[in-house]
């Protein structure tokens, strides 16, 4: 896993700041205030605190929850044989990036990113179409609003991500809650561009995942039709939770 850290080991406040976007201050401040809750124990090495990979994600819990982010999916297409090469570049120079795969689909990359202000996109997205190897991307926006995260079962280990048409806009907010109530999708929301609705599936199997496409969105009023990009196990990099 690549990040500011080795898997398993502890960073500085510091570090932890520049894996979250935050100032130190904003970390201080969180740890002192989860302290008093109790629901976060970071090490303490004299006046200094180090952070584990568990400590790092209830800190980008709580940020989230507080600045809802503005989330955006990116497709792309990748010169040659590449894709593993690209999906680690993305990974390792944008912290936003909440995980990035090679795909099976229309694309042959894929990646979310999540970001604070609208204005950090545009040097995302000229970094990642910088790459030599990148040939072309497109880009699906989704606003706070209409943005929601929720857990997943946790023998989900493989990724998909399913766009969605809706009959009419009247019924976009009806999809979004349906999409909620089924436990394998994790991310979902209204986004901008040709499609409607996206929803990211975490599943099992090719039978799971048609299980959930076929026999639960499909079955969504509303629906009109869908496309499911399907992500490379062995090519994708995702950031702790």
Avoid at 69 to 91: F, H, M, N, S, W
Avoid at 203 to 227: P, R
Wanted: net charge neutral; with cysteine; aromatic share 8%.
């Amino acid at each position: 896993m690549a990040s500011v850290k080795e898997a398993g080991s502890m960073v500085t406040v510091s570090k932890a700041a520049v894996e979250l976007g935050v100032s130190r201050d904003q970390v201080h401040y969180l740890i002192k205030k989860l302290r008093e809750q109790g629901t976060l124990k970071p090490h303490k090495e004299g006046n200094r605190f180090r952070l584990s990979d568990e400590d790092i994600a209830i800190l980008r819990g709580q940020l989230r929850e507080k600045t809802r982010p503005i989330g955006a999916l990116i497709l792309a297409q990748i010169r040659g044989t590449r894709t593993k090469e690209a999906v680690d570049q993305i990974y390792k120079s944008c912290r936003q990036v909440v995980w990035c795969a090679g795909a099976w689909g229309e694309a042959s990359l894929i990646a979310f990113l999540e970001v604070a202000k609208f204005e950090d996109m545009g040097s995302i997205l000229f970094g990642i179409q910088a790459l030599g190897y990148v040939t072309h991307t497109r880009t699906y926006l989704i606003l706070p609003e209409h943005y929601y995260v929720k857990q997943t079962p946790g023998d989900c280990h493989r990724l998909a991500f399913v766009l969605l048409n809706v009959e009419n806009a009247s019924l976009i907010r009806y999809v979004l809650d349906k999409l909620g109530e089924i436990p394998q999708v994790k991310r979902y929301g209204a986004i901008l561009g040709p499609w409607d609705v996206f929803a990211e599936v975490r599943f099992q199997n090719a039978d799971d995942l048609y299980t959930i496409v076929m026999e639960e969105i499909h079955q969504i009023t509303g629906v009109l039709n869908t496309t499911s990009i399907i992500a490379i196990s062995d090519l994708t990099q995702e950031r702790p939770e």
